[in-house]
């Protein structure tokens, strides 16, 4: 490397944003199949390694990295990107109007109960997730070093 290049950073000073956790989880779904009623479909046997989701049980796998459900975060980074994306979905879907901490403390609700209506498409789905991601962006432009 030369004296005036940059070393590569680090992958554990990557900030991960919810804007890119939710871009993760709609192509997540594009590849593997969304589902309405369950976290995950888990009917065959032997399943995929990533089955086929509901929109809350794609953000956190997205953030994850493998099949993890809203009600099971782990502890540490990954379940606090996971809940940071989950928030920001359920703000975006409410628009922000209620109180910012029914929406913090009921976003796996929310975001459950949108995908579960009874009129709700995986291309209203696969829309929402790209539109909460960049309206993410427009709100929280990244400020690069």
């Not at 900030?15 to 593997?32: F, H, K, M, S």
Request: with cysteine; net charge negative; aromatic share 12%.
């Amino acid at each position: 490397m030369k004296a005036t290049q940059k070393p590569a950073q680090p992958a554990s000073d990557v900030q991960v944003t919810p804007a890119d956790i939710l871009r993760g989880a709609a192509a997540y779904l594009q590849l593997n199949g969304w589902i309405k009623g369950y976290f995950f479909d888990l009917s065959m046997n032997p399943g995929p390694a990533f089955p086929p989701a509901c929109t809350g049980s794609a953000i956190c796998t997205a953030a994850i990295g493998h099949p993890f459900t809203p009600g099971d975060l782990p502890s540490g980074p990954d379940g606090t990107n996971a809940l940071r994306a989950l928030v920001a979905f359920a703000g975006y879907i409410v628009d922000y109007a209620w109180d910012f901490d029914y929406v913090r403390d009921a976003a796996s609700d929310i975001v459950a109960d949108w995908n579960d209506e009874a009129e709700r498409t995986f291309t209203e789905v696969k829309a929402a997730l790209e539109d909460a991601a960049a309206q993410w962006d427009h709100v929280h432009p990244a400020v690069t070093p």
